[in-house]
């Protein structure tokens, strides 16, 4: 089973999992040509559902006529920022092949992607743009 972070309610908890420290610089600097290229050559922190079993990447939506929406962090701190008031927040570090086949898999189902979503420096992108930004 992968290395899976939880993140207890507590705003004192400390991640296990380390930042996605290329992201975080990306987005700081509102650059969307770092992003594509801090998730092609480092990782990214993907939020998972709270269940026993087998990883699943939480996706989110606000209805159910809407597509889904991908949450991406460059921390785990950011997810929790996000959900504060979730006692169960899980996070598995991804790297460009692992996001590349999630993508791949859902993508008739995402209507777009977030970075950050809570802050510091959210940052919204199209889901085939981003695919394809990283299979270059």
Do not use: C
């Not at 939880?6 to 610089?25: I, V």
């Not at 993907?46 to 939480?58: E, F, M």
């Not at 996000?82 to 590349?100: G, H, I, N, S």
Request: aromatic share 8%; hydrophobic share 50%.
């Amino acid at each position: 089973m992968p290395n899976v972070s939880r993140h207890p309610h507590s705003r004192k908890a400390q991640p296990k999992l380390p930042a996605a420290k290329q992201l975080a610089e990306a987005l700081a600097a509102a650059d969307t040509a770092a992003v594509a290229f801090a998730l092609r050559n480092d990782a990214v922190i993907v939020p998972l559902l709270p269940i026993d079993g087998p990883a699943q990447v939480r996706v989110f939506r606000a209805s159910v006529e809407d597509p889904f929406t991908l949450l991406l962090f460059s921390s785990a701190e950011n997810y929790v920022r996000m959900l504060p008031e979730e006692t169960d927040l899980r996070v598995l570090r991804y790297a460009r092949a692992q996001l590349v086949e999630f993508m791949e898999k859902h993508l008739d189902t995402l209507g777009t992607v977030w970075f950050d979503v809570a802050g510091p420096y959210p940052m919204q992108a199209d889901p085939v743009e981003l695919l394809a930004a990283l299979t270059l």
